[in-house]
């Protein structure tokens, strides 16, 4: 895709986003975003979200946790209840499969042992507390 057939997305998944990419402010360049729904938030959000789609160039490890990347931003787009525990869970399981993506990513490109390791127990530990989750979730009927 070209950058600007991808744009409108982009535009589109800043946009919706914006919860979902401050709950990952570790990752690049989003713990320097602005706070507060300002034009600037919204430009630092289209732009990394620009960042994440694929380029030519990109290393095949790139790729793969690029892609792993915009499927986690797009399944944690879920709409708050107002209640926060169902809230946390409906929001932490997706974030946990992204987890367990860019994890398998991991696992097929990684050549270093303890990154394997890591990521098999990122992965073992995510679908845990995935489960855990979906389990409570289910028990409270949501």
Do not use: C, N
Not at 21 to 46: E, I, N, R, V, Y
Not at 83 to 95: E, K, L, S, Y
């Amino acid at each position: 895709m070209t950058a600007t057939r991808t744009l409108p997305a982009t535009a589109l998944l800043a946009t919706g986003l914006a919860g979902a990419a401050l709950a990952q402010s570790s990752h690049g360049d989003m713990g320097k975003m602005p706070m507060g729904g300002s034009a600037a938030m919204h430009d630092q959000m289209q732009k990394t979200m620009a960042d994440m789609q694929p380029a030519p160039g990109d290393a095949p490890s790139t790729k793969d946790f690029k892609e792993a990347d915009m499927a986690m931003m797009h399944t944690m787009s879920v709409p708050y209840t107002g209640d926060t525990d169902v809230d946390f869970r409906t929001h932490m399981i997706p974030h946990h499969k992204g987890a367990i993506d860019m994890a398998k990513v991991a696992l097929k490109h990684a050549k270093d042992a303890s990154t394997k390791q890591m990521a098999q127990k990122i992965i073992d530990d995510q679908e845990k507390e995935i489960a855990d989750m979906q389990a409570w979730l289910k028990q409270h009927g949501k």
